[in-house]
């Protein structure tokens, strides 16, 4: 107790109480009960949370990945792990963002206006800090630019040991000079960073490239699945097996060009209109998003095609009006007849003036870089952009997107997967959505997507490492990042979850062997983990598409693989599935080959091999043993 004088009245001061209140506590409670306010639930947040707080003591080098789908609400996901790293007693936590103001922003933003405390601070905030004023907890986050990581190891340097959360993990921070015996400088300025007994937690929705690149040794086996929340709406939907989209989707034959782009941004604008005028009660900003180009040249041409079409509607006397107009009302009557086009067509016309176009790339204006560039700040906002906006990037309200990038040699799955800006919660608006592609480039996205998913099933199957899946139009990574020291990168089959052997399961398989019901009955008494239904509704899809018969294959036991096989794990590096074990004189037309095979203990696993072009990718250096 302190007694206050200078009032005339005597009073004691229980500092000791205040001091207590000043060590701060229960945050990550705290950050549920601000979710649940908002009616979010929190379940899959909290798995992710709790999952990495127990994994990160025991994960080799204290390094791991939290891994899920794109767009799924990760940075609320990463405010809560913050706020449970600092009440478990971590006093320094940096957040990693890609070399984009616009994206740094945005996540600043929403952790500040979390109620997190400390208040997040970005590295020119905590560089006007002198170091005698270093505050007993830090959240810092720094852009993955070698400048600003310089600064933050200087400054940082003496305050302690440091948790890294590396958003968009697989991007800049893995070594690109793998195989080269050195490092790129990004990825040595990370590791700096972490120093020697700090941690380090890679969030991202395409981990494949963190793993088959070793970044930081980190441990496949302690990875935490972060799953999507009941009103994400990510790949089942925008890309279903059956590709029976439950949106509109618009294909362009060719690669897109000016007309299309002008023909996209009409049916836009009448959507906005037909949402604002017929199904919400009160008026809602809408985003169209261009993505055609990773030039900034290419954004200035999208710019000005954009710009003059809606600046056509405001100029009544010209002919480009009448021609605008005309199209917007022939498209509210095709999108909308059970609507009076008139009514969208006014709207349209009214508001035309209101429209926001914004250029997201490298060169937005640094002064407006504070504002929010991704928020739409009218019911028609267009923002036209390349890489910046392909990832981590979140747009609210996107209601079409219009996307042609040109793929000049494979498409590389992990930049593809992120470039999936119409993944999230569109639920309440998604048969109004909008993409518009060419015919060819979302036949090869779809793949991309079948592909990341079969392998994330491996990740959960106690393999010790995934196998990932490419193919003659599909890469996995960027081979320069593959370390080549302990990836095999032609496994040739793909296997799943262990379980429990029984001899009876081959009377199931003689049933009939070239039937997919078969696979249902296995999957029925095996269990999910052990034959995904994923896999089942790939090889159904393929086999509809005229890809090939299916073959299932009775069991066979592994001991005479000898030592070239891992007997416990029930995993062999150049694989089991040979000429014999595919039986082509029996199946001579079969291109999907299901095998069980087992050992000595009578545990088994399901084992997968397509006979066409897809590459079955795996690292040893993680496999178990």
């Not at 993990?169 to 700096?192: E, F, M």
């Not at 008026?283 to 990773?294: A, D, K, P, R, Y």
């Not at 999957?523 to 090889?539: C, E, H, S, V």
């Amino acid at each position: 107790m302190k007694r206050i004088e200078g009032t005339g009245v005597s009073n004691l001061l229980d500092l000791a109480k205040y001091k207590a209140k000043a060590k701060l506590a229960n945050r990550y409670e705290k950050q549920l009960e601000r979710l649940k306010g908002y009616d979010i639930a929190t379940g899959s947040i909290e798995a992710a949370v709790e999952g990495a707080i127990q994994n990160l003591t025991t994960a080799a080098n204290g390094a791991l990945v939290i891994y899920g789908e794109p767009q799924s609400g990760k940075t609320e996901m990463m405010i809560c792990l913050t706020a449970k790293l600092l009440d478990a007693g971590h006093k320094i936590i940096v957040h990693l963002m890609n070399d984009s103001v616009d994206l740094l922003s945005q996540n600043l933003r929403r952790f500040k206006a979390s109620g997190l405390a400390p208040a997040p601070k970005n590295l020119s905030e905590l560089l006007q800090i002198a170091p005698a004023q270093n505050p007993p907890e830090l959240v810092v986050f720094c852009k993955k630019n070698a400048r600003d990581l310089e600064k933050l190891i200087e400054r940082i340097k003496d305050m302690g040991k440091v948790v890294v959360i590396d958003d968009e993990a697989d991007y800049a921070t893995p070594n690109a000079k793998v195989n080269q015996g050195t490092k790129t400088t990004i990825n040595n300025l990370v590791g700096q960073l972490i120093g020697n007994g700090g941690m380090y937690v890679g969030v991202t929705a395409t981990p494949a490239r963190l793993d088959l690149n070793n970044t930081f040794q980190n441990d496949t086996e302690k990875w935490v699945n972060f799953p999507p929340h009941a009103k994400y709406t990510g790949q089942d939907v925008f890309f279903p097996l059956d590709k029976k989209a439950p949106y509109r989707l618009v294909y362009l034959q060719q690669g897109g060009n000016p007309q299309d782009a002008r023909g996209a941004l009409v049916r836009f604008l009448v959507t906005a209109a037909y949402m604002n005028t017929v199904v919400n009660d009160k008026e809602e900003n809408f985003t169209m998003l261009v993505h055609t180009s990773g030039r900034k040249l290419d954004h200035e041409i999208d710019r000005i095609t954009i710009e003059e079409a809606v600046h056509a509607l405001t100029e009544t006397d010209s002919d480009a009006f009448d021609d605008l107009v005309t199209r917007v009302h022939a498209a509210a009557q095709d999108l909308y007849p059970a609507v009076d086009a008139d009514q969208l067509t006014s709207y349209v016309v009214e508001n035309a003036s209101r429209a926001s176009l914004v250029v997201l790339n490298s060169e937005r204006d640094r002064k407006a870089a504070g504002d929010s560039a991704t928020e739409p700040s009218s019911p028609f906002t267009i923002i036209i952009g390349g890489n910046i906006v392909s990832r981590g990037v979140t747009f609210p309200n996107l209601l079409s997107m219009f996307f042609t990038r040109d793929v000049k040699h494979k498409l590389q799955q992990d930049t593809y997967i992120q470039r999936a800006r119409m993944f999230g919660a569109r639920g309440a608006y998604l048969k109004n959505f909008e993409l518009t592609i060419p015919t060819q480039l979302y036949a090869d996205w779809h793949r991309c997507f079948v592909f990341h998913r079969l392998a994330l099933q491996t990740v959960k199957s106690s393999l010790g490492s995934p196998v990932w899946i490419g193919d003659s139009k599909v890469a996995v990574a960027s081979d320069s990042s593959i370390d080549k020291a302990t990836v095999v990168l032609d496994k040739g089959e793909m296997s799943f979850g262990i379980f429990d052997f029984d001899a009876e399961l081959d009377k199931i398989v003689l049933g009939a062997q070239t039937d997919i019901a078969t696979l249902h009955t296995l999957r029925t008494k095996l269990g999910n983990d052990a034959l995904p239904q994923f896999l089942i509704d790939y090889i159904a899809a393929v086999m509809a598409g005229g890809g090939g018969t299916l073959a299932v294959h009775t069991a066979s036991s592994i001991a005479g693989y000898g030592d070239s096989a891992n007997h416990t794990a029930i995993s062999r590096d150049k694989g089991f599935m040979g000429k014999p074990q595919l039986e082509a004189k029996k199946f001579p037309t079969a291109a999907h080959h299901v095998k069980i095979f087992f050992n000595d203990e009578n545990r088994a696993r399901v084992f997968y091999k397509y006979g066409g072009s897809l590459q079955f990718i795996q690292n040893l250096n993680t496999a178990v043993t």
